[in-house]
Every structure is written in structure tokens, then in C-alpha cells.
């Protein structure tokens, strides 16, 4: 036999395969195909936010001015959507009560979002009195139905825009801070906030790194199928005269007492608010349930 040397025993260096880039857009297209009734939607909200946002812009006519010689005109002509009892466009009508509808909406979403994420994150890390006083409160807000829980904070609160916005987060609170309680009881026992614990960490450390950001999933999701009731309460207030006042318009007031007396003459008069708010509140929910499947670990690993 032969010596062996040691050039002999080296393997020939064979380069590492080149490993092909995932397209930017392949993540978007394969979400795209497991969710198309989610991927409609969010075209659909994106198209209301855009329309409603660009209002002032994409309004054939001013939602205020009143033309006598075109009371309840129907569609058509220089009214693509016909004018109301006091010869207002419906259309430009609609778009900026989108925009008022809208804008209360996201505000108390992100208010009530805000307030219920740091009640539940005080009432779950720190427990004991804090706690035990926090659910009762919870307990006792939840117990209400969220549209007589609005209505008795406008009676005390009176009809103003900055009221609505109140209101409508207040009702949002107690569900969304339990939630997170529910999941900082379960992650302040984690191995990785006990060793941090143990190194020296303050709470305020704690809180922010550790537990915060394992709970902006389940807000999100819980935010986005809020926002649904949010605009649904809202509209609800404005119908009832406890919400945005007129002139100013709303999805709500356009479906108020006027819109009802005229309806069998001017049906016209309250469709097009009626179909928008319809919409808008189906595309949420549809756009809620495939944001809750995407980021929710659980549904991930079966869908795998």
C-alpha cells in the first residue's frame, strides 16, 4: 500500500450552493392566496380611507350648499347620486361623512387601544389589589351592552364630536385590557422574564422589552375586529342625534329621522350612506379574521 500524505487525505472544496433570494413579493402573493376574501377587503378599506381622506378633493360639490332648484333630485346629471331634502349632494355627502365617520372611529380605537393595553399590562404584571380592583371595575362595564354603555356616557357627556370619540373608546377598554392581562399572567411566569428578573431588570425594563412587545399581536387583531364596532356605534350615536351634529356629516346622521321620512320618495337619500357603512364594516371584519390567522401562532402552525 501506498503512504497516505496529507494532500491525499483533503477533500477537494466543493462551494456551498447558492442559495436564491425569496422575491420581495412572494410572502404578499402566498398571503394573497390564503386569504383572498382578507386581500379584498384591505383593497376595499383602502379605497374608502382614500376616498373619505381625499374628500376635499374628489367631491364634485360642496356637502354644505343648498340647491332649492334641486330638491331630492334623482341620480343623474350633475348629481351622480341625487341631492336630499335640502337639495345637498348626496355623493359629496356621503364621501365626507365617510371621513367624519372614519376619523372618530380610529381616534377612539387608538385611544382606547392605548388606555386598555396599559390597564391590562399594570393589572396582569403587578396583580394583588391592583388587580382585584381593576376586574371589578372591568366586570362591572362589561355587564353593560356596549350601545346603552354609549348612550348613558353622551347623555352625561353631551353630543360632541370629542365625546363620541370618549365613549366609543371607553366601551373598548375593558374587553381589550382583559385580554392583555390574560396574556402578561402567562408570559410574566416565562423563563425568559424570570431570568431577566433575576439579572436585575426593572419592571419598567420588564414591561417594556419583555412582555410589550409579546403582546402587540393579539392587539392588533383585537384592535382591527373592534374597529368594526367602533364605526357601527358611532353611526348608531349619529342616528340617534347623540352623536356629530349637523351640518356636519356623518355616515350616522345621514341615516337619520329626515332620511327616514323621505325614504319612499328619496330612497337615494339614505343608500348610499347605508351601502358605505355596510361595506366598510364587512371588509373590517374580513380584513380582522385573516390579520387574526396570520399572526396568530397557533392558526400559523396548522395552516404550515
Same mark, same amino acid.
Given at each position: 500500500m501506498g503512504k497516505t500524505t496529507a494532500t491525499d487525505s483533503v477533500l477537494p472544496f466543493r462551494p456551498a450552493a447558492a442559495v436564491a433570494p425569496r422575491p420581495k413579493g412572494a410572502a404578499a402573493g402566498r398571503w394573497i392566496r390564503r386569504h383572498p376574501a382578507g386581500a379584498l377587503s384591505a383593497l376595499v378599506l383602502a379605497g374608502v380611507l382614500l376616498a373619505s381622506g381625499l374628500a376635499a378633493f374628489v367631491s364634485p360639490h360642496d356637502p354644505y350648499a343648498q340647491d332649492y332648484d334641486a330638491l331630492m333630485r334623482p341620480p343623474g346629471g350633475p348629481y351622480a347620486l341625487g341631492t336630499d331634502y335640502l337639495g345637498r349632494d348626496v355623493l359629496s355627502r356621503t364621501l365626507y361623512g365617510g371621513r367624519t365617520s372614519l376619523f372618530i372611529s380610529l381616534a377612539a380605537i387608538a385611544a382606547g387601544t392605548v388606555a386598555g393595553t396599559v390597564i391590562g399590562l399594570a393589572s396582569g404584571f403587578y396583580g394583588g389589589w391592583l388587580d382585584g380592583i381593576v376586574q371589578r371595575v372591568v366586570d362591572v362595564m362589561m355587564a353593560l351592552p356596549s350601545i346603552i354603555l354609549a348612550l348613558a356616557l353622551m347623555a352625561v357627556l353631551g353630543p360632541r364630536t370629542e365625546n363620541v370619540i370618549l365613549a366609543i373608546a371607553t366601551i373598548i377598554v375593558p374587553s381589550l385590557s382583559r385580554i392583555v392581562r390574560g396574556t402578561?399572567? @402567562?408570559l410574566r411566569e416565562r423563563q425568559f422574564v424570570e431570568a431577566a428578573r433575576a439579572l436585575g431588570a426593572s419592571d419598567a425594563r420588564l414591561l417594556s422589552r419583555h412582555v410589550l412587545p409579546n403582546t402587540i399581536a393579539p392587539v392588533i387583531v383585537i384592535a382591527t375586529n373592534a374597529l368594526?364596532?367602533?364605526?357601527?356605534?358611532?353611526a348608531s350615536l349619529g342616528f340617534?342625534?347623540?352623536?356629530? @351634529?349637523?351640518?356636519?356629516?356623518?355616515w350616522g346622521n345621514m341615516l337619520s329621522e329626515e332620511a327616514r321620512r323621505y325614504f319612499e320618495q328619496a330612497p337615494w337619500m339614505a343608500l348610499p350612506p347605508g351601502i358605505a357603512l355596510s361595506l366598510t364594516v364587512l371588509a373590517v371584519n374580513f380584513f380582522g379574521d385573516a390579520l387574526r390567522d396570520t399572526l396568530d401562532p397557533r392558526l400559523r402552525r396548522r395552516q404550515a
Open positions: 402578561v399572567l @402567562q368594526s364596532g367602533a364605526i357601527l356605534i358611532e340617534l342625534g347623540l352623536g356629530t @351634529q349637523l351640518p356636519v356629516p356623518s
